[in-house]
């Protein structure tokens, strides 16, 4: 079993659409949990952090469930720049170590 | 503000060629320094990271090695390339102790031909 796993996709929504993705990890002891994007041949940016109470900014809301290891990202009202590959990181105790998962792909249509 | 700079962009080589990527950081001390791979329509895999000079964990057995001679530097080396070495190569930075965010550099399409 992979440490990070998510749902490759590829999720293709109309604008406006809200569309969820799922991460979930098998280290228990994982401390610190992200949301990258990446846009096509660029490098990944950080879109958010994650928090077990849950955090949003603007159209996008992240949320962590411990008790069954997952991570979600919510976007709402869709829009065409959001197509990107979404990548969820979850970070153990020990330094260095930051895990990746390989990434779901969303297409926004109009 | 810190900045990442990585060089060069894209990279094509052949087979048995040796390999230079060089990564640096500005606005910052004693980052922690890292170098991703990424084969195309993946993840990212951790090659190395660095907590400090000299300090350097290598996380997978592959034809590639690092060194970080000054603080805000960190060089991917090969002394022969692999075609299976193909891939996007990604160096990033993280605070000081702090396993957090990552920063990443724009990254290096290299090509093993």
């Known amino acids: 079993r992979k440490e990070v796993e998510q749902d490759p996709g590829p999720f293709n929504v109309p604008e406006g659409a809200t569309v969820a993705f799922n991460c979930t990890y098998s280290?228990?002891?994982?401390?610190?949990f992200f949301w990258y994007r990446q846009d096509c041949r660029k490098e990944p940016k950080l879109l958010m952090s994650?928090?077990?109470s849950g955090n949003e900014d603007g159209r996008f809301t992240a949320q962590l469930n411990r008790a069954s290891q997952y991570i979600s990202l919510l976007i709402r009202d869709s829009k065409l720049s959001d197509s990107a590959t979404y990548l969820c990181?979850?970070?153990?105790?020990?330094?260095?170590?930051?895990?990746f998962g390989d990434g779901t792909t969303l297409t926004v249509k109009p | 503000s810190q900045t990442i700079h990585q060089w060069p962009a894209t990279l094509v080589q052949p087979v048995g060629s040796p390999l230079s990527l060089e990564c640096t950081v500005e606005?910052?001390?004693?980052?922690?320094l890292y170098w991703y791979r990424q084969a195309a329509g993946r993840g990212l895999q951790l090659l190395f990271y660095?907590?400090?000079?000299?300090?350097i964990s290598s996380e997978v057995p592959q034809n590639l090695s690092a060194s970080r001679p000054q603080d805000r530097q960190f060089i991917l080396s090969s002394k022969k390339l692999l075609l299976s070495d193909s891939g996007f190569y990604l160096c990033?930075?993280?605070?000081?102790?702090?396993?957090?965010?990552?920063?990443f550099g724009s990254g290096t399409q290299l090509s093993v031909l």
């Open positions: 990033a930075w993280s605070p000081l102790g702090q396993n957090e965010k990552l920063f």
């Open positions: 280290n228990s002891a994982s401390q610190s």
């Open positions: 994650v928090y077990s």
């Open positions: 990181v979850v970070n153990p105790p020990n330094a260095g170590k930051s895990t």
């Open positions: 606005g910052t001390s004693n980052p922690n």
């Open positions: 660095s907590i400090g000079i000299d300090q």
